[in-house]
């Protein structure tokens, strides 16, 4: 059964750091990509960082370039997803995905097969 398990979320304050994780069990190879996405209350899941399967390409969105850094360990099977200076607006559920089988992103939502089931993050003081 393939499966992916976010943790690492929770409370922090304007300006501080979170870091992600995204545990992946039951895939038979390394062969996705791994999108994160979150929603915030009343508001549509949007893409926010994606990983290729070799994690040498990743993307980000606009609004957490500079911020956000994803990376993976396929040893360990999990893609992190770096937090900086985080921000009220950065508050949501956050969802790690994968594409699969495929090396690259998509910025598609529906394109992501496997979800996780989120981890909350909120940023407040």
């Known amino acids: 059964q393939l499966q992916l398990v976010e943790s690492g979320g929770g409370l922090v304050q304007p300006g501080g750091s979170l870091r992600l994780s995204c545990a992946a069990s039951?895939?038979?190879?390394?062969?996705?990509?791994i999108g994160w996405f979150r929603q915030a209350p009343g508001k549509e899941r949007e893409g926010v960082s994606c990983?290729?399967?070799?994690?040498?390409?990743?993307t980000y969105a606009d609004s957490v370039k500079g911020r956000f850094t994803s990376s993976r360990d396929n040893v360990k099977n999990t893609v992190y997803l770096q937090m900086n200076s985080l921000k009220p607006e950065d508050a949501g559920i956050y969802y790690c995905?994968?594409?699969?089988?495929?090396?690259?992103?998509?910025?598609?939502?529906?394109?992501?097969?496997?979800w996780g089931q989120g981890t909350q993050v909120t940023v407040s003081s």
């Open positions: 990983i290729t399967t070799s994690g040498r390409s990743t």
């Open positions: 039951g895939f038979t190879s390394d062969y996705y990509a």
């Open positions: 995905a994968a594409r699969l089988p495929h090396y690259y992103c998509s910025g598609t939502v529906s394109e992501y097969s496997v």
